[in-house]
């Protein structure tokens, strides 16, 4: 058995039958980050001795049949900006080098109550905006990942853990999770909380998950959001509506294909299949996000801002600058835009259970000097629609290309039920390079 390519649920169930110890699959990943992290740089703190600790306690407690719940043994990845106690939590930033929290963020506190392991934090961009990390891209290592949870996607690409946990604005869960070729899904944004998480723009952030299939997602959700576990939705024919417009003149021709290739399949799937055409109102989905991003992020920093400005990164200083010439009037206009956009988008679902996008305009772009355009993601954010990405082909370039599956608020029941469907249908299995490098 190679512990490290097991999936989160195969993994969870080996340790609950005793065919896997927690403190042996622990040090499979850690031996999987001392291979190949000096290459792809997902990883900021890894207290290896804790881990070890952790994980033999978790051993002992599996012996005697004590499990803390179903996460039990499971090492998984916490992006940056989320607080752990005891353990340095940096935001990507100088400023916070040094930093240890004296408490953990409740969705990391939910998740060492399931069981899991803090198997470390992962790399964020500079206070999770646009400003790359070091981090690459698993499957090109001449490629960036994405951000802005740029090490969480990476770490579990190449299997370093089985899942992790990341922030999304606008598209920093789901672009990662396309360019890595993973399933991802961004609950509505009231079902993890964001307690003891540092804020990019507190009324767009949300928390995401990043996992290898629909039913690792599935596990890390219930046991970190208030969504309530149970079975599965009556069998049912989806109704998906594909979405073609903004999002089809946005992606690249191949991209394009492959979502009208993978709607043809679905069709023929016994999935109830038809187009669905965007509000007018949409046109203004870029303009509320960056009016909203540009004055939430101002307020955040105004006072470490003006203490170390030199510190910054180019773009989340000239985000800041923006949102400090903004006036309040224009910021209410934004908020209240906002609204009349979530309802007309919300009719979207008066004929289906879901829509279907690109997740990316393409694969991951060359070079590590930029995260990728989150075009196609922000608008989800801002609707505060539930949306999955899932991996759906590997483009010429051999990099994955993602979809996204998105649904009507607090139905992630659905959508995670639907997720399974597709991905039965989809059959990606394809692994990074790098793993047999």
Known sequence: MNPENLSLVEAASAIRSGALSPLEYVRSLLARIDQLDSRV???VTVDREAVLAEARQCETEARQKRFRGPLHGIPVGIKDI??????????GSVLFKDFVPDHDAEAVSRLRNAG??????????????LDAGPTRNPWNLNHTPGGSSSGSAAAVAARMCPAAIGTQTVGSVGRPGAFNGL???VPTRQTISLKGVFP???SLDHAGIFGRTVEDVEAMLYSMGDVEAGGSTPARKFRIGVIRGFFHDNANDETREVIDALARKLAGSGFEIDEVLLPEVFALAGPIIRAIVRTEAASVHENLFRAGAETYGPRIRTLIETGMLMEGVDYLRARRLRRQYQRAMGRLFENFDAL?????RGTAPEGIDTTGDPVMNGPWTLADFPTMTLPCALGGNGLPIGMQLSAKPFQERLLLDLGRAVEA?????AKPGIISA
């Open 116 to 129: 899991a392991i803090v198997l470390g934090k992962t790399v964020t961009t500079m206070f999770a905006n």
């Open 200 to 202: 990019l723009a507190w």
């Open 82 to 91: 989320f607080y752990t106690k005891g353990l340095r939590t940096t935001m």
């Open 425 to 429: 249908v989809v059959g990606f299995n």
């Open 183 to 185: 399933v991802t899904i």
């Open 356 to 360: 279907l996008t690109p997740a990316a």
């Open 41 to 43: 740089q997902a990883w």
